[in-house]
T-cell receptor, first 111, second 114 residues
Framework: DTAVSQTPKYLVTQMGNDKSIKCEQN?????MYWYKQDSKKFLKIMFS???????INETVPNRFSPKSPDKAHLNLHINSLELGDSAVYFC??????????FGPGTRLTVT | GDSVTQMEGPVTLSEEAFLTINCTYT??????LFWYVQYPGEGLQLLLK?????DKGSNKGFEATYRKETTSFHLEKGSVQVSDSAVYFC?????????????FGTGTRLLVSP
């Protein structure tokens, strides 16, 4: 059973398009996260949600909008995609204040 | 703000060699410290953690000790295998953010040859 799953695994799209990445966790955790890993492997948090409530927003452009329909899901919608958005996006979940479990990642390529 | 500094890679070793990957941190509170591993094409997996000074985290032959006096959390393994080839990330989370934000180092790639 996959603990934290993401779809799609790969996403290739053109500049200006709007796309979504979905994340689901079956661990019963309260907190979910989105991280971005750039081409140099540097990882940085984008958002965290605790029980469907936004807790952390790390100065991410407004084009990125997370949505949490329930505490098992945290989706990431990106408007007007730019070349610089190309990266690997990781979803993660944790119990409150606990260790984080990561999904397999979604590689986004904007052409 | 909080930060983590890791040694530059890649680290290239022969099988059965001793591994050390250095990690130092800066934090305003009392952080928890982690090592994550990322195998090629995969997500991150928690390797080990330590939540207070002098704690030693260990897993799969890897060890790291939380040293508050030197603000370090160096990763060690006595005898590496080819299957240990991966990127290793040191990270911290801080009570100031409710331990809800991981701050990562830049990652260190380990290459182990037979």
């Amino acid at each position: 059973d996959t603990a934290v799953s993401q779809t799609p695994k790969y996403l290739v799209t053109q500049m200006g398009n709007d796309k979504s990445i979905k994340c689901e966790q079956n661990l019963g955790h309260d907190t979910m996260y989105w991280y971005k890993q750039d081409s140099k492997k540097f990882l940085k948090i984008m958002f965290s949600y605790n029980n469907k409530e936004l807790i952390i927003n790390e100065t991410v452009p407004n084009r990125f909008s997370p949505k949490s329909p329930d505490k098992a899901h945290l989706n990431l919608h990106i408007n007007s995609l730019e070349l610089g958005d190309s990266a690997v996006y990781f979803c993660a979940s944790s119990p409150r204040s606990g260790e984080q479990y990561f999904g397999p990642g979604t590689r986004l390529t904007v052409t | 703000g909080d930060s983590v500094t890791q040694m530059e890679g890649p680290v290239t070793l022969s099988e059965e060699a001793f591994l050390t990957i250095n990690c130092t941190y800066t934090a305003t509170g009392y952080p928890s410290l982690f090592w994550y591993v990322q195998y090629p094409g995969e997500g991150l997996q928690l390797l080990l953690k330590a939540t207070k000074a002098d704690d030693k985290g260990s897993n799969k032959g890897f060890e790291a000790t939380y040293r508050k006096e030197t603000t370090s959390f160096h990763l060690e393994k006595g005898s590496v295998q080819v299957s240990d080839s991966a990127v290793y990330f040191c990270a911290l989370s801080d009570q100031n953010t409710g331990f809800q934000k991981l701050v990562f180092g830049t990652g260190t790639r380990l290459l182990v040859s037979p």
